[in-house]
């Protein structure tokens, strides 16, 4: 398939893709926030540099695009139709790069976590989720 904007325009749009306070991360902060739970962004001396940091809980959180790092099952984990391997192998390097941080954040003894960008979407079930994860 054939792309339908010009090499330069879609690296354009693709250099506008943000890691950092995304829609679904400014979600879950904000619900973290207004259920009384204190936390800090992007913790670079950790591993992976989790998107927030309960250190009361000791929790590391990650707030996932379910496109990018492979949500299994969710309808926002389809495949590209054009230059296949080049996303595949992408793919592939962001989901063996999120198992290495969590790895590495567990042998440092933290609990990891990931919300999805899907699971942000209901905020009554994301703030249930959340009152999960740092339960004591």
Known sequence: MVD???PARRSEMMSRIRGKGTKPELI???????LGYRFRLHVKKLPGSPDLVFRSKNVALFVHGCFWHRHDGCRYCYEPKSNIE??????????VRDQRVRMGLEELGWRVAVIWECETANSDSLRTRLKELLRP
Do not use: C, E, G, Y
């Open 86 to 95: 080049f996303w595949n192998q992408k793919f592939k390097n962001n989901v």
């Open 4 to 6: 339908i904007v010009s």
């Open 28 to 34: 879950v902060r904000s619900a973290a926030h207004r």
